[in-house]
């Protein structure tokens, strides 16, 4: 199986642009939209082949089950560094300070990881985690987590920090 079009970052533009341009089939955005999208544009050929397990990406754990099988499937980004715990993918323009990620991590851009750990966990653009223990989580675009310790599915735009006590 060849993850190219994940790996080379081909299709991500494609879902950038159909939620900038608010494209929603059945009131959701669709993977379908922007694959189509893809296909239009690129010079790639999608072939069909049968699966042997089905993850429903609708379900908070089973998202966390995917991104674990294809970090292992695809060797996205296997990264040498003593603080990571492969299989892992961390966008190059993220940040990370003090930390350990992984296994099953993946960092989306801009984000920032400051003495913090991260296992089995989905990242997503933006976000900004300080002092903290994430396992099992999902985390939006644009969220800062300070001071805390568990498993959070925190949709974007959101802040959660754990008050310090004086």
Same mark, same amino acid.
């Given at each position: 199986?060849?993850?190219?079009?994940?790996? +080379?970052?081909?299709?991500?533009?494609?879902?950038?642009?159909?939620?900038?341009?608010?494209?929603? %089939?059945?009131?959701?955005?669709?993977? %379908?939209?922007?694959l189509r999208m893809?296909? &239009?544009?690129?010079?790639?050929?999608?072939? #069909?082949?049968?699966?042997?397990?089905?993850i429903d990406f609708?379900?908070?754990?089973?998202? =966390?089950?995917?991104?674990?099988?294809?970090? &292992?499937?695809?060797?996205?980004?296997?990264?040498?560094? +003593?603080?990571? &715990?492969? #299989?892992?993918?961390?966008?190059?323009?993220?940040?990370?300070?003090?930390?350990? =990620? *992984? #296994?099953?991590?993946?960092? *989306?851009?801009?984000?920032?990881?400051?003495?913090?750990? =991260?296992?089995?966990?989905?990242?997503?653009?933006?976000?900004?985690?300080?002092?903290?223990?994430?396992?099992?989580? =999902?985390?939006?675009?644009?969220?800062?987590v300070n001071n805390?310790? *568990? %498993?959070?599915?925190?949709?974007?735009?959101?802040?959660?920090?754990?008050?310090?006590?004086?």
């Amino acid at each position: 199986m060849d993850c190219i079009i994940l790996k +080379d970052g081909i299709f991500f533009p494609y879902l950038d642009e159909i939620i900038n341009k608010n494209i929603k %089939t059945k009131n959701e955005y669709q993977l %379908t939209d922007g694959l189509r999208m893809m296909l &239009k544009k690129e010079n790639i050929l999608l072939e #069909p082949f049968s699966i042997q397990n089905w993850i429903d990406f609708g379900i908070k754990e089973s998202f =966390i089950e995917a991104n674990s099988y294809l970090l &292992k499937k695809c060797e996205i980004n296997e990264l040498n560094e +003593d603080w990571i &715990k492969n #299989p892992c993918y961390i966008s190059n323009n993220s940040i990370i300070n003090k930390s350990i =990620i *992984g #296994p099953n991590v993946s960092i *989306g851009g801009d984000s920032i990881i400051e003495n913090s750990y =991260i296992e089995n966990s989905v990242i997503w653009n933006n976000v900004h985690i300080k002092n903290s223990s994430i396992k099992d989580s =999902i985390i939006g675009n644009r969220v800062e987590v300070n001071n805390l310790k *568990g %498993t959070f599915y925190l949709g974007s735009d959101s802040t959660i920090i754990e008050k310090e006590e004086k």
